[in-house]
């Protein structure tokens, strides 16, 4: 877990931290070597950064490849979203919305480019060089944003990282709760659910 708690010089967020930030599937490997309650308080710290991810637990390397290959990650099927609450040490954190109305296209986009483009630090001024460097200035920075909603024009699945993002047409027959899930860093609960119309789950 020292990667997971050490610190950057600087106000940067560790590599560890942004992976973890990142993934849809986390492998912990030789938990054979370690007590529950140390497996179980970097299970909560990964927990706190990406609520939304699943943790593979492993010893010797040895991981069911059903759990990380065809996980389906960016289709209909993904699991609820926690309701963990995200506020352990880390500055990143979880927040998950969800809404019973159908939003249109078009005010989705611009309350996605409002929050990414204006409401939070942007990469754009970033050498390319550097984009994997995640500077904690205080200031919310969307890591990851991933979600499917019903539109009025038909669903949608949502898939970002950092100041980007894409939106998918996709089949929603399947598809039980509407939701959007950002991760980041000092992420503004009041922001994300003034900007998008939709309520904190």
Same mark, same amino acid.
């Given at each position: 877990?020292? +990667?997971?708690?050490?610190?950057?010089? =600087? +106000?940067?967020?560790?590599?560890?931290?942004?992976?973890? !930030?990142? !993934?849809?599937?986390?492998?912990?490997?030789?938990?054979?070597?370690?007590?529950?309650?140390?497996?179980?308080?970097?299970?909560?710290?990964?927990?706190?950064?990406?609520?939304?991810?699943?943790?593979?637990?492993? #010893?010797?390397?040895?991981?069911?490849?059903?759990?990380?290959? =065809?996980?389906?990650?960016?289709?209909?099927?993904?699991?609820?979203?926690?309701?963990?609450?995200?506020?352990?040490? /880390?500055?990143?954190?979880?927040?998950?919305? #969800?809404?019973?109305? $159908?939003?249109?296209?078009?005010?989705?986009? #611009? !309350?996605?480019?409002?929050?990414?483009?204006?409401?939070?630090? /942007?990469?754009?001024?970033?050498?390319? $060089?550097?984009?994997?460097?995640?500077?904690?200035?205080?200031?919310? #920075?969307?890591?990851?944003?991933?979600?499917?909603?019903?539109?009025?024009?038909?669903?949608?699945?949502?898939? +970002?990282?950092?100041?980007?993002?894409?939106?998918?047409?996709? $089949? =929603?027959?399947?598809?039980?709760?509407?939701?959007?899930?950002?991760? =980041?860093?000092?992420?503004?609960?009041?922001?994300?659910?003034? !900007?998008?119309?939709?309520?904190?789950?």
């Amino acid at each position: 877990s020292s +990667g997971i708690n050490a610190e950057y010089g =600087g +106000g940067k967020v560790t590599e560890c931290e942004r992976q973890i !930030a990142l !993934a849809d599937v986390v492998i912990l490997n030789k938990m054979d070597l370690i007590s529950s309650n140390v497996r179980d308080n970097i299970s909560k710290k990964i927990q706190s950064i990406n609520s939304s991810c699943k943790i593979q637990y492993t #010893t010797h390397s040895r991981v069911d490849l059903d759990m990380i290959l =065809g996980i389906q990650a960016y289709s209909n099927t993904d699991p609820p979203p926690s309701t963990l609450e995200h506020n352990l040490s /880390s500055a990143i954190s979880t927040v998950t919305l #969800t809404t019973n109305t $159908k939003l249109k296209r078009e005010d989705i986009e #611009t !309350a996605l480019e409002k929050i990414l483009w204006e409401e939070a630090q /942007s990469d754009s001024d970033k050498d390319p $060089k550097e984009s994997h460097v995640v500077e904690d200035t205080g200031k919310m #920075t969307v890591l990851r944003l991933k979600g499917k909603l019903h539109t009025t024009e038909g669903w949608i699945m949502i898939q +970002g990282v950092r100041d980007m993002y894409d939106i998918t047409d996709i $089949k =929603g027959d399947n598809i039980p709760y509407q939701h959007l899930i950002f991760i =980041g860093l000092h992420l503004d609960k009041k922001v994300l659910s003034e !900007a998008t119309k939709m309520e904190l789950r």
